[in-house]
């Protein structure tokens, strides 16, 4: 049997990257547009709701966590700690004056005692806020359970 | 004497794209945040002087306090029995506000979960409730030296 002498065809083994670049722009468009910069990182359990509406983004933010420590911002800037009441309505005063129909975010921990809430709202309503958001998570059927 | 030009083809470079691209992923990856963007709305009303003050007497009054005790017009309920409450009163005055006091001792969650139930009233009972005022501590302490009480 006559042996069969030829070159050999090398084939290399390679990973096939040209569409690695669509797949990365295409990545980096999603996240340009869904991209949200949280204003607030203040840790707190939401109280949970069946009714919830769309906040408006850029809204003024105003946090109470577990121990009452408020924190607020306009919802341009991250958000910083005050020491009173005063410093909230002198907050939301500014915040209206700058824009009279601004919004209004109450992100606060559901243990939190309603008595630093209300000292909040009384607050923003001193300050003639229009409205407010009380931030929350959506209630299911297994929360009722 | 003849000279060969050396033709120099012009490109961008573009080999360090991938890693310029992976960096800007890791960027957003890691600050964008998938955070809560919904809540319970409030309008809190006008300033206006004309706005009529709310009697007590002429609304519906549902006191939230500590320990998920709720008395709605001075009657101890339980949070389900509020709203067939609400329609029964509003049958005769669809008009009627409601007033949501909350304790200073009760928890935040304590008072949001009856304005959410407020709020559901179109779904449950078939009828809006037009006006929910919540006051504040002071509003409330307001009134009550108005009528010289304490």
Redesign the interface.
């Given at each position: 049997m006559a042996i069969i002498q030829g070159r050999a065809r090398k084939t290399e083994a390679g990973i096939f990257t040209a569409s690695?670049?669509d797949i990365?722009?295409l990545?980096?468009v999603f996240?340009?547009l869904?991209?949200?910069?949280?204003v607030d990182h203040t840790q707190v359990q939401?109280?949970k709701?069946?009714?919830?509406?769309?906040?408006p983004k850029h809204a003024a933010f105003v946090s109470?966590d577990k121990n009452g420590l408020i924190r607020v911002s306009t919802g341009k800037e991250m958000s910083l700690p005050v020491g009173s009441d005063e410093e909230v309505v002198t907050f939301a005063s500014n915040v209206v004056a700058a824009n009279p129909n601004k919004e209004f975010?109450?992100k606060?921990?559901?243990?939190?005692?309603?008595?630093y809430?209300?000292?909040v709202?009384?607050a923003?309503?001193q300050a003639?806020?229009?409205?407010?958001?009380?931030?929350?998570?959506?209630?299911t059927v297994e929360d009722t359970q | 004497m003849r000279i060969n030009k050396k033709t120099i083809e012009s490109e961008i470079f573009t080999g360090s794209m991938a890693d310029v691209s992976f960096l800007l992923i890791i960027y957003f990856m890691v600050t964008s945040v998938f955070s809560a963007t919904r809540g319970l709305d409030f309008q809190l009303p006008e300033d206006n002087t004309n706005t009529p003050e709310i009697k007590r007497e002429d609304s519906i009054d549902i006191h939230v306090m500590a320990g998920d005790v709720i008395k709605v017009d001075g009657k101890q309920m339980s949070i389900d029995q509020i709203l067939p409450y609400i329609a029964d009163k509003l049958k005769q005055n669809p008009d009627k506000p409601v007033i949501l006091r909350t304790d200073p001792d009760a928890t935040y969650n304590d008072m949001i979960q009856v304005f959410d139930l407020l709020r559901q009233a179109p779904d449950k009972i078939g009828m809006e409730i037009k006006t929910i005022s919540i006051p504040t501590q002071r509003e409330i302490q307001n009134v009550w030296a108005l009528f010289g009480m304490q």
């Open positions: 690695m670049a990365v722009f990545l980096i996240f340009v869904t991209y949200n910069v949280e939401l109280p709701t069946w009714v919830r509406t769309d906040i109470i975010v109450l606060a921990d559901k243990e939190t005692k309603y008595e809430v209300d000292k709202l009384d923003l309503k003639k806020a229009k409205v407010i958001f009380l931030l929350s998570e959506q209630k | -």
